[in-house]
């Protein structure tokens, strides 16, 4: 143990003058203090630029500066005074690069130059960017098929650059477009598409003020979306009854303290968030939701006509009878058994559902990451269905997603899986056939350049070396690659796991001036509004990412898309805006509404109880609760975030609201399963994971900590533990990775060295 590792019991609550202590830090370590401030200044407001952190919407009249300490984080790690440029990649072989940590790589600060990897010094050299694109115009031209080249996408690109790119990729040919959506949020995709036609969230932030309850299942809000504190809290005010469904007790969801208004944060201790906190077992959510419907409806026979809505019900969905007799038929002792909470608990929670009006159900990869993640999540839109919760004020589904603009990204365009429509007005839009094969999400990205079956790998932002599942058998994957591209503002680990060539372009960061040009994003809850940053870019060699690709396209295209006018759109994305609006409806007029506070809503059918489903229904879907039992010895591992990381980007290594400091190699159990392994608190161990693919997976020296979670359960760091989760362990049906319900065992290290990845 190091001298700064800590563990401790946090008693305050999430926010209040820690958060503020924590975000000084943070932006004095970056070393640019007035940088990071102008920013701050232009955060979020009508006429600056959108948080590069969460898709958690804005208000439509933001406070002067909508306070939020991981926001803070991710402007600061932007506007950093550090810089990895060329002087600094002289001094570095990629060898000696790759063997530093997640935090050390972009602790360096941000690209300067593009660079190219040079072999035979081993070391990243600066490349004129006209060279860098013929050098990717020249490598995909050499494929024996475009679809032996994958474009891989970040959720922070915007629209407009997001538009371009998948437009260049189906004038190449190819529909392989994964994203970090494939990891993420693809499972509620994936389920609300079945059951109610849109696969997008149906509410908006202003529903949020009338709900009667909210349940927030597999979230951890206060770190990962903390402006959501600030409505939850609002909503606990007006007596809104907030339901949460965690195995852990995450301190964000307990209490909270603005840290925008002196009264709470002088008075220490915060206002309470849940009025209702149940601990399931991992992945045991499927088995909650139907033991919930199950006591809804006992209720309704029991008091025939009040408690289901049946107008709803028989106007409106499908499937109502078949559902309910199979959720009735379900056994008490299954649903306790697999959930891990009692009948008891389940009665009280259902009861708050019952007794509310309008209520809205959030949730993120707490239940999207499970091989039932598509079930589980249809099993809410089960239950909002059975009373009329979806389209009515005040109610409805909210998968609160991850990146800043994942869902713009998908809106135009970045889908391996295009519909016919879209594809159909791509093709007239620009005067072209497009693909129309379905290309490789992210883990058949990985599956082929493994294979041998693709051999380009672009990647518009992101980390996909070190967001990826199975670390060890992905990066062996991408050095099997021709040629490795990465668009990127910082150094990071796919810079270190490359091709046999490999090119590093970097672009201008969300909160940097281009020319005087905005562009657009999409929030959680379907709003399209502009960004333009006013900081001066990080370096005068950077270029935008539209720029960039319109660079690779015109290298790569040459005559065969002269037709398309690439530099006219670099010059105004306002051109680039009026062809999305050609392909995609809801963008008409775009321009005129980004330019309204708060901008415009897409519009969402579900919404407005139009059924875009097969049955032109909302479809209740019943799906049985799945045995997770594990063999004897095993635990549920699941990957989550700390408070000092946005994805793969560390900003530090304390993790405050679970009182975890100075380390990120802890795995949390319960005291008991801590005991009967003859291990102790602070332990050093390593984990093995168990998959039917006779590979074995190890990750060394990791520190138990007893914890307050439930027995049979585990709880390690992403990305420090993807080493752990098998590729070909995915959730059926959207193919998203397992991270939250990997079976692991643990045994005393083998050698307890705790020098973190
Ligand atoms: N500061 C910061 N903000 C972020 C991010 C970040 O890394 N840092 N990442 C962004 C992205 S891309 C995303 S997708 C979101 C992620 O936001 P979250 O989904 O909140 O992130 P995770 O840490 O993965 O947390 C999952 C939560 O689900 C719980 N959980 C795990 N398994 C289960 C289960 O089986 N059942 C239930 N009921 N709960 C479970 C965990 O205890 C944890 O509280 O945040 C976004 N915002
Ligand atoms: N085990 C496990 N694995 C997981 C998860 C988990 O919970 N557990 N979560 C999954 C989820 S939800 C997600 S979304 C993925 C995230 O996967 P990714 O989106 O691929 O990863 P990030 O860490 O968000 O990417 C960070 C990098 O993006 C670059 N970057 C930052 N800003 C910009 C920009 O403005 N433009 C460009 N071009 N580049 C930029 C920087 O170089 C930075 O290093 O990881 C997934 N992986
Ligand atoms: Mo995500």
């Not at 000084?24 to 007035?34: C, F, T, Y």
């Not at 199950?294 to 499908?318: N, Q, Y």
């Not at 060539?501 to 379907?526: F, H, I, K, W, Y």
Request: with cysteine; proline share 6%.
């Amino acid at each position: 143990m190091t001298d700064r590792e800590k563990i401790e019991a946090y008693d305050g609550p999430a926010g209040g003058m820690g958060a503020l202590a924590s975000s000084m830090r943070h932006v004095a370590r970056q070393g640019a203090p007035l940088r990071t401030t102008a920013a701050l200044l232009q955060l979020n407001q009508h006429a600056g630029f959108d948080c590069p952190g969460c898709a958690w919407p804005d208000p439509d009249e933001p406070a002067t500066f909508e306070f939020c300490e991981n926001g803070i984080k991710a402007v600061a790690a932007e506007a950093t005074g550090r810089r990895a440029d060329p002087e600094f990649f002289a001094r570095h072989t990629v060898t000696e690069l790759a063997a530093q940590t997640d935090f050390e790589l972009e602790d360096h600060g941000r690209l300067t130059h593009p660079m190219r990897y040079d072999a035979a010094s081993d070391k990243y050299l600066p490349v004129p960017w006209d060279e860098a694109f013929a050098t990717i115009g020249a490598a995909l031209r050499a494929l024996a098929s475009p679809d032996e080249a994958i474009f891989y996408t970040s959720g922070r690109t915007s629209n407009e650059a997001a538009f371009l790119y998948q437009l260049f990729g189906r004038l190449f040919g190819t529909n392989n477009f994964p994203d970090c959506s494939n990891m993420c949020h693809e499972s509620s995709g994936v389920a609300l598409k079945e059951s109610i036609g849109v696969g997008k969230g149906t509410v908006l932030l202003e529903d949020f003020a009338l709900a009667d309850a909210i349940f927030v299942i597999g979230q951890n809000p206060g770190t990962n979306h903390p402006r959501m504190l600030t409505t939850l809290q609002e909503a606990h005010r007006r007596g809104t009854k907030i339901v949460a469904i965690n195995p852990l007790k995450e301190r964000g969801l307990e209490r909270f303290a603005h840290p925008k208004k002196p009264l709470e944060l002088l008075g220490g201790t915060g206002t309470p968030i849940a009025t209702h906190y149940a601990q399931p077992l991992i992945g045991g959510d499927l088995a909650v939701l139907h033991g919930m419907a199950k006591v809804v409806l006992d209720a309704e026979e029991r008091a025939p006509g009040t408690v289901l809505d049946h107008a709803f019900i028989r106007g409106h969905t499908s499937g109502f009878d078949d559902y309910a007799a199979r959720v009735r038929a379900i056994d008490w002792a299954t649903i306790e058994r697999q959930s891990g909470l009692t009948r008891v608990q389940l009665e009280e929670l259902a009861g708050v559902y019952t007794a509310s009006q309008r209520v809205i159900v959030c949730w993120a990869m707490g239940l999207t990451q499970h091989k039932h993640a598509v079930p589980t999540i249809q099993a809410i839109a089960n239950l909002l269905l059975l009373r009329g919760n979806i389209g009515r004020p005040g109610g409805g589904a909210c998968p609160v997603r991850g990146h800043s603009n994942v869902q713009g990204d998908r809106t135009v365009g970045i889908t391996e899986k295009p519909a016919a429509e879209f594809l159909d007005r791509l093709g007239a839009a620009f005067a072209f056939e497009p693909p129309r094969a379905h290309g490789l999400d992210t883990v058949g990205a990985i599956e082929a350049m493994a294979e041998g079956r693709a051999r380009v790998f672009v990647s518009m932002g992101g980390n996909f070396a070190a967001a990826t599942p199975d670390a060890e058998y992905t990066w062996a994957a991408l050095r099997r690659c021709h040629l490795t591209v990465q668009i990127a503002t910082k150094l990071n680990r796919s810079h270190v796991v490359h091709g046999r060539e490999a090119l590093l372009l970097p672009c201008l960061s969300r909160s940097e001036r281009d020319g005087n040009q905005r562009v657009t994003v999409e929030d959680s809850m379907s709003m399209v509004h502009g960004s333009s940053g006013r900081n001066a870019p990080a370096s005068p060699h950077l270029l935008s990412e539209p720029a960039i690709v319109a660079g690779i396209a015109k290298a790569t295209l040459g005559a065969r898309a002269s037709h398309v006018p690439w530099d006219d759109f670099v010059a105004d994305y306002a051109r680039i805006r009026a062809k999305i609006a050609e392909v995609i409806p809801a963008f008409a007029d775009s321009e005129a509404r980004i330019r309204r506070p708060g901008g415009f809503h897409l519009g969402n059918t579900a919404r407005d109880r139009q059924w875009d489903t097969p049955t032109g229904k909302a479809n209740f879907l019943f799906h049985a609760i799945p045995d997770l039992t594990l063999p004897d010895g095993q635990l549920r591992l699941m990957t989550i975030r700390s408070h000092d990381q946005y994805n793969t980007t560390i900003y530090g290594h304390d993790d405050r609201y679970r009182g975890i400091y100075g380390t990120r190699r802890v795995i949390l159990m319960h005291a008991d399963d801590v005991a009967t392994r003859g291990l102790a608190d602070g332990d050093v161990v390593d984990i093995a994971s168990h998959f039917d693919d006779g590979r074995s997976r190890v990750a060394r020296a990791f520190r138990v900590v007893a914890y307050d979670i439930p027995r049979g359960c585990a709880a390690a760091y992403f990305p420090e533990a993807n080493v752990l989760v098998p590729v070909g362990a995915v959730a059926d049906g959207s193919r998203t990775p397992v991270s939250k319900f990997v079976p692991v065992s643990v045994a005393r290290a083998a050698q307890p060295v705790l020098r973190e990845r």
